[in-house]
């Protein structure tokens, strides 16, 4: 069995559009706090927001996503942080996009990032020949 089979491309192709959207939303989000405060303290404070939920959540979501279907969790946690980007994104455009809808977004973000993370951590050796996992993560 080889190391690209179809489950692990398909994961792969999501975690690259995942990744993609969460730096563009970083990226953009950052820039708008930035223009419209002028504050990097509020910048700051947001990204504690999307921090803390990981600390907090941190030792009990492995043991949570071990017990669930990690399929799942994966779905649902990147639906659920597209379509609150994708929320975020409307606001800005229609104008009437607040800092605490950011700081509620970056809440739900942490959570989802804190049980998100450790599921496709879990799943990649259930989709590769365990001969290939050295070549998985190099």
């Not at 996503?65 to 929320?87: A, C, H, T």
């Not at 977004?105 to 879990?122: E, K, L, T, Y």
Request: proline share 4%; aromatic share 10%; glycine share 10%.
């Amino acid at each position: 069995m080889k190391l690209w089979n179809k489950n692990f491309f398909l994961l792969w192709q999501g975690q690259l559009v995942s990744v993609f959207g969460d730096a563009l939303y970083s990226m953009g989000l950052g820039l708008w706090v930035l223009q419209e405060t002028g504050s990097t303290a509020i910048m700051g404070s947001i990204m504690a927001l999307v921090t803390m939920p990981r600390i907090i959540l941190g030792p009990f979501a492995g043991v949570i996503v071990d017990r669930s279907n990690k399929k799942q969790l994966i779905v649902l946690g990147d639906v659920v942080r597209g379509v609150g980007m994708l929320f975020i994104a409307f606001a800005g455009i229609n104008g009437f996009l607040k800092i605490w809808m950011i700081m509620i977004m970056g809440i739900v973000m942490g959570v989802c990032s804190s049980f998100f993370n450790p599921s496709i951590q879990s799943v990649l050796p259930e989709l590769v020949p365990k001969d290939k996992l050295i070549n998985l993560n190099i």
